[in-house]
């Protein structure tokens, strides 16, 4: 083989090696290019399968996301239903808290009224028995009265009788 410099001086030689070797080299760049164009067409193919594979995880991950959302949804309305539940419960609560608290006082106020009429029965009893003794009293007096004037009356005609017999 013949050193570039011994290239420079043969110029027959130099054209036929030079189109041969260039002709390698196209030859070359040509399987090189179609090589790259089948590496890039590999390329775009993984890369196309890659982008329908993230397209349907993509996808899939859309539906998780409608899904979680769906769920969520169905949750906060549960939720909601459960405050509403226990503010119900609460105000349940209460009213029977206020229920029991009135059914004390009324008991209360029952016990009073009770011993309220007790009172007023044993007081009715001591008036009626007042009242009795004070008839009882006045029937005595009024029986007295009658006595002392039939008395008296016997003695006017005694007074009478003597004025008459002395007088």
Known sequence: MLSDEALKFKPGILNARSEDSMQRAVNTEECNLEEREGKVEDHRAASGSVKLGEEAKFQRLEQRIRFLK??????????????????????????????????????????????????????????????????????????????????NAEMRREVAYLKQSFG
Do not use: F, P, S
């Open 70 to 151: 769906e769920i969520a949804g169905q949750l906060n309305r549960k939720l909601d239903m459960k405050r509403c539940e226990l503010v119900e419960k609460k105000q349940l609560l209460a009213v029977e808290e206020k229920l029991k608290l009135g059914e004390e006082e009324t008991q209360k106020y029952k016990r009073r009224l009770e011993e309220c009429q007790r009172q007023m029965q044993e007081a009715e009893i001591a008036w009626r028995h007042q009242i009795a003794l004070a008839e009882k009293k006045a029937q005595d007096n009024w029986l007295r009265a009658q006595a002392l004037e039939r008395e």
